[in-house]
């Protein structure tokens, strides 16, 4: 393993030992449920709403590692947002994970920006089973934010 995977790793390990934000928020506006068949992860994600600001987030369920790291850095990178900042969020996540190896020479800074510490999850494009893990926190984050009141299911 080269050490920046041996530091995504890391980074993974230690969100899923302490995830941020793993809380039941009373008094939330919205909520959603998420479940992805193919490893058995289960979600709920909590939101509070101030007018077009994400003013809390919390997340609850049982799951894999990356289920887990990814809820918990998706709660540290919406909090705060407008919904439209953590829908371009989700956005330029989904792709990082569903557009397969990027060269160099094509990679939009933009995203980078955009993304912060979620860049560290891009190692996981190249296992598809294992991005559905990383999505469900996502796909359940726009349901709430929707107001859909089906439980999310990863395809
Ligand atoms: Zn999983």
Known sequence: MSELE??????????????RNFRLLDGADRSAEGFNPFCGDTI????????????????QGSGC??????????TES????SLTEAEQIFDA?????TRGPVDEA????D?????????MLSGISAFPTRVKCATLSWNTLKAA???????????
């Open 44 to 59: 709920t994600i909590y939101l509070a709403l101030d007018g077009d600001q994400v003013a809390d987030i919390g997340f």
């Open 6 to 19: 041996e530091l995504y790793q890391d980074m993974i390990m230690e969100h899923n030992r302490k995830p």
């Open 65 to 74: 590692a990356i289920s887990r790291a990814s809820a918990s850095m998706l």
């Open 111 to 119: 995203d980078d920006d955009t993304l912060g510490d979620l860049g």
């Open 78 to 81: 919406v909090m705060g947002k």
């Open 93 to 97: 996540f989904h792709e990082m994970l």
């Open 145 to 155: 934010l929707r107001g859909d009141k089906e439980t999310v299911r990863t395809e």
């Open 106 to 109: 094509e990679h939009d800074q």
